[in-house]
């Protein structure tokens, strides 16, 4: 296997100044991320090392190569959902604009219904939620995840990445999940997420791109 070593991502300052989320809990979740970082280079080295021996003996109850293919995935998924999360975080929250609010009101009715709705995800989750551009529907839709890698979307793009595994929240908010989330509104930078949703949508077709028309 071929290794491509990751570095872990430097995020804007103003992470370290947002409104109800305290500094401390940011370092601290920092830290895992750099410990998702390490653990794919580390996951990478041990695939590259694998025997004959250890690729005759695989199965799907319990071998060396299906363990190390699985904890890659939740790496990955560890490393990519953070770099989503803390990219798009230190803003001022407010609104969307442009091409996403209109494509977000195309399909959920309104922005407030959509923040209602991944608010209710947010809730549901056990681990992430996500706002994606589906390619094949072309619309946006929110989905949850109890894990770093379960509970895959065919065709599926985020462009927003929430988490709710405790340890995003418990330090300045205790188990009041719901305070949190609304707080993660409050320092979304949604030009961000709309350049996230401007790569996957209109990559074709350029900044004057109207989502909801797109044929790319």
């Given at each position: 296997m071929k290794i491509i070593k990751l570095e872990p991502k430097k995020f804007s300052?103003?992470?370290f100044q947002m409104k109800g989320i305290s500094k401390k809990a940011v370092e601290e979740h920092l830290k895992?991320?750099?410990?998702?970082?390490?653990k794919y280079n580390e996951i990478q080295e041990k695939l590259s090392q694998l025997t004959d021996d250890d690729y005759s003996k695989a199965n799907q109850t319990y071998s060396l190569i299906r363990e190390l293919k699985l904890e890659l995935s939740f790496a990955w998924g560890g490393v990519i959902n953070h770099e989503i999360y803390f990219g798009h975080l230190g803003g001022n929250g407010k609104t969307p604009a442009g091409v996403l609010l209109k494509q977000i009101k195309k399909d959920f009715g309104s922005f407030e219904a959509y923040k209602k709705d991944l608010k209710a995800t947010g809730i549901s989750a056990r681990g992430w939620v996500w706002t994606a551009w589906n390619e094949k529907e072309k619309r946006l839709f929110n989905y949850l995840g109890d894990a770093q890698n379960t509970f895959p979307v065919w065709y599926a793009k985020p462009i927003l990445a929430l988490d709710v595994y405790e340890h995003a929240y418990f330090m300045d908010f205790g188990?009041?999940?719901?305070?949190?989330?609304?707080v993660f509104f409050e320092n979304l930078n949604w030009q961000v997420v709309e350049e996230n949703f401007k790569k996957i949508c209109c990559c074709q077709c350029g900044e004057n791109c109207h989502c909801e028309d797109c044929q790319c």
């Open positions: 300052e103003k992470i895992l991320y750099q410990g998702y970082v390490n188990s009041n999940r719901g305070n949190y989330i609304d």
